[in-house]
C-alpha cells in the first residue's frame, strides 16, 4: 500500500504545477464564494426624479434604512440603474416619488417579492402617520411614537421547544460550507481517477503482476485522493477560521465532519470511476454530476424549500446533504458529537457502499 | 475531411452512455431547478404551515385581575368606569386568534387543536411546524401597559424545532401585526386621531421601458439559458478528450499515415463538437419548452434569434474543443491537458455565473464573469427574451465568432506539424 502512495505522491512531485493550481484555484474560488456568501448584503438603487429629487431621495433613504438589516438602499443615478436593470446585472431598482414608489425590475426573481414588502411596509407606515399629523412632517410623531414602541405592550419571543434559544438560520454559513464542500469533490474526483488512467496505461496491469496486493493497490490511490482532498479542506477551513475570523463552530467537529465526507467523496468518486472506466469517460461524466448534488441537496436554498420527496430521495443517496446539516448543527446550534453521529455514520455507510460497488465495477472485465 | 467529421460524430454516437447523460442530465436539471426555485416563491400558497395555539392564559381571570388593579388605582369613578369600558373593548387574546384565523392568513397557516404537551412532541416529530403560545397573564399585562401605562408587557411566543422558510416567514408576519397593533396602541396613547384618510401609496412595478412592449424575464429563463451554455461547455470538453483515447491508442499516429491533413482531424472535433452542441441545445430546448413552457407566447423573430445566439455560442464550443484537442496532443502529459481544460470549463461556468448567480459577488468577478461566453451569451439573451433588439445582438454573436476565430487559430498553431510528433 505504501509504494502505491508513495507512487501517487511522486507523480505529482515531479509535475508539482498541474496539482498546485488545481488545489490552489480551487482554495481561492471556495475562499471568494464563502466570503460573499458570507457578507450577503443586497443593495439596492433607488433614485428620484423632478426638481426636489434629492430631497425625496434623502427622505426615503434613511426610511428604508431604517429598520432593513439585509437590504442596503443606496441613491443613484437614473440612466445607470435603469440601464444595470436592463442588462440584468441588478433584479431591481426603485423610482421614489413624494408619496408613492415604482419598482423598476425586468424580472420576477425571488427576492423581487421581498423588497416590495419592506419598501410597502415603510411607505404605508409613512402615509398613515401623515394623515394622522396631517401634514407631510412627520418626524415628531415619528419620534413620539417610537418613543413608546421602545417598550412595547405586545411582543414576540422565538424560542425552540425545547426552552433554549432557537438559533436563527445562517444561509451564508450554509453557503460557505455547501461551496468547500463542493469544490473539494472535484479536486477528489480528478485524484480518484488516477486509477483510470493507471488502468488504461497499463501500470495497474504490471502492479497486479507484482507482489502488491489488489487491495493495497486501491487503498493506496484512495487513500492518496483523501489526503489531498482532506488537505484542500482542512485548507480552507484553517483560513477561514484563523485569517478570516469568522464562527464556523469548533474545529475538531467541523474537520471530523469534513475528513467522514472527503472519506465518502472518494467514494462516489470511485463508483463513478467503476462504470466509467476511462479516465475521459470519468471526466466527461463526474464534473456534469457533481454540480447537481449541492443543487438537489438544498445547498443553495433555506431548509424546507426542497421538500419534494422525490428530489429529497435523490438527495439522500448523496453525502452532501448529510455533511452540510452536521456542519450547520456543530456550527450554529452547538451540536456534539452525540448529535453529528447519525449523519456521519450515514455518510460512512454511502462510503461503504458506494466504495463496494464501484470497486466491483471496476474489476469487472473491461471491453 | 467529412470522413473525419462522421468518425467522430460515430464514435458519440456509439457510446449510449454517453448520449443519454449529455441529453438527459441538462433536461433533467432544469426541471429540478424549476421545481425548486420557481415554484415556491410565484404562488406563496403553495407553502403549508401547521400551527398549533396554546392558550395558557385566562381571558376572564385576566380582566379580573385588571378590574382589581384599576381598582387600586385610585382613580376617580368616572376615570375607573372609562378604562373598564376601553378594556371590556379590548381583547388581545381575541386579537391573535381573530388574526390567525383570518382569511389572509388561513390559506396558508392551518390552526390544529392539540394540548401543550401534545403540540410539543407534534412539533419535535416535524407534524406541527410552530407553536403559538399566549403565556398566562398576558390579558392582565397588555391591558395595564396599554391602559394604565404600566411597564409589563404581554409577549407571545412562538415555539419551533429549528427555523425554516415556514417558521421565519410565520414569525415574519406574526411580528409586523403585532407592531402594527402596537403602533395603534401608540397612536391611541397619545389621543391623535387621523385628520384626514391615509394617501396609501400604489406602489406597483415598472417593466424596464423597451419600445415594443417588454417582457420580464423568469427566472426559469435565466436557469434554461444558464444550464444549456453549462453543457454545450461540457460537450467541448468531452469531444476533445476523446483525443487522449486516440492518442493513447495510436488512431492519431495512424491517420498521420495515411496521407490526410493532420489539420483534418482538428476540423472534425471542431465541427463535431459544433453539430453536437447544436443538436444538445434543440433537444434541450424543445423538451423544456414543452414540459414547462418555459417561453411562453414567443414569436418566431425571437426564436430565430435565440438560435442565431446559440449557433455562435455552438461555434466557440468547437473552438474551445479544437483548442483542448490541440492541447492534447501538444502536451506530452493528457492528464495536464484534461486537467487544464477542466480548469477552463469550470472557471467559465463558476464565473459566468451557470452554477449559481453571481449577484452579491465582489464587481470585478462580476465583471469578468460577463466576458466568458457563458455569462456574455446568458447577458444577451436576458436582454433578448426582453426587448427583441437586434441591435443588441450583434455585438455578443461577433464576440462569440472572435473566441472562436482566436482559439481556431491558436490550435492551428500548436497543432504538431506533419513529420514531428
Not at chain 2, 406541527?128 to 404600566?150: N, R, W, Y
Amino acid at each position: 500500500m505504501y509504494p502505491v502512495f508513495y507512487a501517487q505522491f511522486l507523480k505529482d512531485k515531479r509535475k508539482p504545477l498541474l496539482i498546485l493550481t488545481f488545489i490552489g484555484l480551487s482554495i481561492l474560488a471556495t475562499l471568494i464564494f464563502g466570503n460573499s456568501a458570507w457578507q450577503t448584503n443586497t443593495t439596492v438603487a433607488v433614485f428620484a426624479t423632478g426638481p426636489n429629487a434629492e430631497e425625496i431621495e434623502q427622505k426615503w433613504v434613511k426610511l428604508l434604512n431604517k429598520d432593513n438589516e439585509n437590504t442596503e438602499y443606496v441613491i443613484s443615478e437614473e440612466g445607470e440603474a435603469r440601464e444595470q436593470v436592463r442588462e440584468g446585472k441588478r433584479d431591481i431598482a426603485i423610482l421614489l416619488m413624494e408619496q408613492d414608489y415604482r419598482l423598476i425590475t425586468a424580472s420576477d426573481m425571488p427576492n423581487i417579492q421581498l423588497i416590495e414588502q419592506e419598501v410597502h411596509k415603510v411607505f404605508t407606515e409613512e402615509a398613515q402617520l401623515q394623515a394622522i399629523a396631517g401634514s407631510a412632517d412627520t418626524a415628531e410623531l415619528r419620534e413620539e411614537i417610537d418613543r413608546y414602541l421602545e417598550k412595547p405592550p405586545l411582543t414576540v419571543k422565538i424560542k425552540s421547544v425545547n426552552g433554549g434559544e432557537l438559533t436563527s438560520h445562517n444561509m451564508g454559513t450554509q453557503l460557505l460550507f455547501g461551496f468547500t464542500l463542493f469544490i473539494a469533490m472535484f479536486t477528489i474526483g480528478f485524484k480518484v481517477n488516477g486509477i483510470n488512467a493507471d488502468k488504461v496505461s497499463g501500470v495497474w496491469n504490471r502492479l497486479n503482476l507484482s507482489p502488491v496486493s489488489k487491495t493495497n493497490m486501491y487503498t493506496g490511490h484512495l487513500l492518496y485522493s483523501f489526503f489531498i482532498g482532506f488537505f484542500q479542506m482542512a485548507a480552507v477551513f484553517l483560513i477561514f477560521e484563523y485569517v478570516m475570523n469568522y464562527e464556523i463552530g469548533p474545529l475538531s467537529l467541523i474537520l471530523t465532519i469534513a475528513a467522514v465526507f472527503t472519506l465518502s467523496s472518494v467514494s462516489l468518486a470511485m463508483l463513478v470511476a467503476g462504470f466509467t472506466k476511462t479516465p475521459e469517460k470519468f471526466n466527461m461524466v463526474y464534473p456534469s454530476v457533481i454540480p447537481i448534488i449541492p443543487i438537489i441537496s438544498g445547498v443553495y436554498v433555506p431548509p424546507g424549500v426542497m421538500d419534494n420527496p422525490v428530489f429529497t430521495f435523490i438527495a439522500d443517496l448523496f453525502p452532501m446533504g448529510y455533511a452540510v446539516e452536521a456542519m450547520m448543527d456543530a456550527a450554529l446550534f452547538g451540536a456534539d458529537w452525540s448529535e453529528i453521529m447519525l449523519p456521519v455514520s450515514l455518510m460512512l455507510l454511502i462510503a461503504v457502499i458506494y466504495m463496494g460497488i464501484g470497486i466491483n465495477l471496476g474489476e469487472r472485465s473491461r471491453r | 475531411m467529412g470522413a473525419f467529421i462522421k468518425k467522430d460524430l460515430l464514435v458519440f454516437w456509439r457510446d449510449r452512455k454517453e448520449i443519454l447523460m449529455a441529453l438527459l442530465l441538462p433536461i433533467l436539471i432544469i426541471v429540478i431547478l424549476n421545481f425548486a426555485f420557481s415554484g415556491l416563491f410565484k404562488d406563496e400558497k403553495a407553502m403549508q404551515i401547521d400551527i398549533s395555539v396554546v392558550q395558557e392564559d385566562d381571558v376572564k381571570k385576566g380582566m379580573e385581575q385588571f378590574a382589581a388593579a384599576v381598582e387600586a388605582k385610585g382613580l376617580s369613578s368616572e376615570e375607573k368606569s372609562a378604562v373598564l369600558a376601553e378594556a371590556d373593548k379590548l381583547d388581545p387574546v381575541q386579537l391573535i386568534h381573530d388574526f390567525l384565523n383570518s382569511s389572509d392568513l388561513k390559506e396558508w397557516v392551518t390552526v390544529k387543536d392539540f394540548s401543550e404537551k401534545e403540540a410539543a412532541e407534534q412539533v419535535k416529530n416535524g407534524e406541527l411546524d410552530a407553536i403559538i403560545k399566549i403565556p398566562e397573564g398576558f390579558t392582565f399585562e397588555s391591558l395595564s401597559h396599554v391602559l394604565l401605562g404600566e411597564t409589563s408587557q404581554g409577549s407571545v411566543t412562538i415555539l419551533a424545532e429549528e427555523e425554516s422558510a415556514g417558521v421565519s416567514t410565520l414569525q415574519e408576519v406574526v411580528h409586523s401585526f403585532i407592531n402594527t397593533v402596537n403602533t395603534q396602541f401608540a397612536l391611541g396613547s397619545k389621543g391623535v386621531q387621523a385628520t384626514a384618510e391615509p394617501i396609501l401609496p400604489k406602489g406597483g412595478k415598472e417593466v424596464v421601458e423597451g419600445n415594443d412592449g417588454a417582457d420580464a424575464y423568469t427566472i426559469s429563463q435565466y436557469f434554461t439559458i444558464a444550464i444549456g451554455t453549462l453543457f454545450a461547455l461540457f460537450m467541448a470538453q468531452t469531444v476533445s478528450l476523446k483525443t487522449m483515447t486516440e492518442k493513447r491508442e495510436q488512431v492519431f499516429n495512424r491517420i498521420l499515415l495515411t496521407n490526410s491533413h493532420p489539420l483534418s482531424f482538428l476540423i472534425g472535433k471542431t465541427v463535431s463538437a459544433f453539430i453536437l452542441s447544436i443538436l444538445q441545445f434543440a433537444i434541450t430546448l424543445t423538451v423544456v419548452q414543452l414540459l414547462l413552457n418555459v417561453f411562453p407566447d414567443k414569436s418566431f423573430t425571437f426564436w430565430a434569434g435565440l438560435m442565431v445566439v446559440l449557433i455562435a455560442f455552438a461555434l466557440t464550443v468547437g473552438g474551445l474543443s479544437a483548442l483542448f484537442t490541440a492541447l492534447t496532443l501538444h502536451l506530452s502529459d493528457t492528464n495536464a491537458a484534461s486537467g487544464i481544460s477542466t480548469l477552463v470549463i469550470m472557471g467559465f461556468g463558476v464565473l459566468g455565473g451557470s452554477f449559481f448567480p453571481l449577484e452579491g459577488l465582489p464587481e470585478p468577478i462580476q465583471k469578468i464573469g460577463e466576458w466568458t461566453p457563458n455569462g456574455l451569451t446568458q447577458t444577451a439573451l436576458i436582454e433578448w427574451v426582453q426587448y427583441s433588439h437586434f441591435n443588441d445582438l450583434l455585438f455578443p454573436i461577433s464576440f462569440l465568432m472572435g473566441v472562436f476565430i482566436i482559439c481556431f487559430a491558436i490550435s492551428v498553431s500548436i497543432f504538431p506539424k506533419r513529420g514531428r510528433s
